[in-house]
């Protein structure tokens, strides 16, 4: 976290990556003789790199996102929190402080699926403000010889405030039952999020109105097809009740 933390800051130094003919394929690199942490010695020679730093800037200007807040908060100096999730893939999670900001790792095959879908997601996402897919703001890679660390981390914001947040009980959605339930001795568990059996067992149902109930389908329809044509399969609905 230390040299993550250490490389957006040295980014959001310099401005030389904003010439890259361009922005959709684009890595600015810096090469750390020395940190400046507790552990000075462990992140000698550390390799930071940002893709299309100037392009998800564009991408955090369009989601409103405030540049000093960001920076402050992934990249400053306060430390991340630890984030439990009952996700299957294996990646590392942590919260900025603020909890506005999640931080994962992710495979090299996702960094790369990600930088070449990256323009046409911000096309997307430009063309339909209501999207429901999550706001991606960063990538980023650490290489750590002293300790053989490779890792790709991925900076999206918090579909809910994962610090602060007045939701009590959250969905993970696929529209499919197989194997979609935590498991009866997990329902109650705190900050579980429930799956789609869990939900269609618990008989709860939704008033949204016909109105925001059409604009939320017709938005699902558009944001899976865009997924679609992408070749992405692994997605689903994030819900949250208050």
Known sequence: ARAL????????GSRDYEDA????DCVWSNCFEHIASTDDTALEGCTFKAYCPAAFRTLRSDSKINEGEYLAQVGGLSQYRSFQSNSQSGSFFCVSDNGH?????????????LTD???SYHHHLT?????LIVRLLGLYHIHIPNSGIKAYFLVSNGVFNLVESDVTTRYDLKGSEVGRTVGEANLDKPGIVLKDLDLINS??????GPE????VVDTLIEDTEWLCAQNVMDYSLLLGVT
């Open 5 to 12: 933390q250490a490389g957006m800051r040295e980014l959001a």
């Open 21 to 24: 003919a361009n922005a959709y």
């Open 101 to 113: 900001y999640m931080i994962k790792t992710i495979h090299p095959a996702e960094a790369k699926s």
């Open 117 to 119: 879908m990256l323009y």
């Open 127 to 131: 063309f339909h403000p209501q999207s």
């Open 203 to 208: 008989g709860r149902r939704f008033r949204v």
């Open 212 to 215: 925001r109930a059409s604009l």
